[in-house]
């Protein structure tokens, strides 16, 4: 049943809502995930950030804290 999880609401935020939230959250409470590929990853990434590419996110997701807010790119 883990399909039902893309059904859960999810808001857009701009790039520097991102940014305020990261900087006034406390360590650990937030889940960062980066969902592009490896070389894009290794080009350049927020420090902290979970590498799980788009493709793998199905099979992966119980690698993420349904606990947390999380912030994807």
Known sequence: MRWKQFFTPV???EQDQAKQMIE???QGELELLDV????????GHIPGTKLIPLPELDNRLN???PGKPTIVY
Do not use: A, F, T, W
């Open 24 to 26: 006034s959250s406390g």
């Open 11 to 13: 808001q857009n935020i």
């Open 63 to 65: 690698e993420l804290d």
């Open 36 to 43: 592009r590929q490896h070389k894009e990853y290794q080009k």
